[in-house]
């Protein structure tokens, strides 16, 4: 099992900035995917930006040019820089792992709350 914490979540004026981190509870071997997805009020939880499996970076066009995912492989952390902020950004921002061995198995983190006001 895999614990996933999401931190950095808040409250910012549109046109802010926010950083969030997830971090693993243990080191990820293998094949693994990992990164962010949001849940806006009355609506589907949705991807934000993620580093899949195959690698390289994968980012929904409603943040691409304002948000920008890093990782620390020392730290087992996955990072989420977000500028620009605006007010459809608000949401309860989740940190997902995926790791591929002979079953995909999938982490969730108990997410952090995103709030941007107009």
């Known amino acids: 099992q895999v614990q996933l914490v999401e931190s950095g979540g808040g409250l910012v004026h549109a046109g802010g900035s926010l950083r969030l981190s997830c971090a693993a509870s243990k080191t990820i071997s293998g094949a693994n995917a990992m990164g962010w997805y949001r849940q806006a009020p009355g609506k589907q939880r949705e991807l934000v930006a993620t580093?899949?499996?195959?690698?390289?970076?994968n980012y929904a066009d409603a943040v691409k040019g304002r948000f920008t995912i890093s990782r620390d492989n020392a730290k087992n952390t996955v990072y989420l820089q977000m500028n620009s902020l605006k007010p459809e950004d608000t949401g309860v921002y989740y940190c997902?792992?995926?790791?591929?061995?002979?079953?995909?198995?999938?982490?969730w983190g108990k997410g952090t709350l995103v709030t941007i006001s107009s």
């Open positions: 997902k792992l995926s790791i591929l061995d002979i079953l995909l198995r999938e982490y």
């Open positions: 580093f899949p499996i195959g690698g390289g970076t």
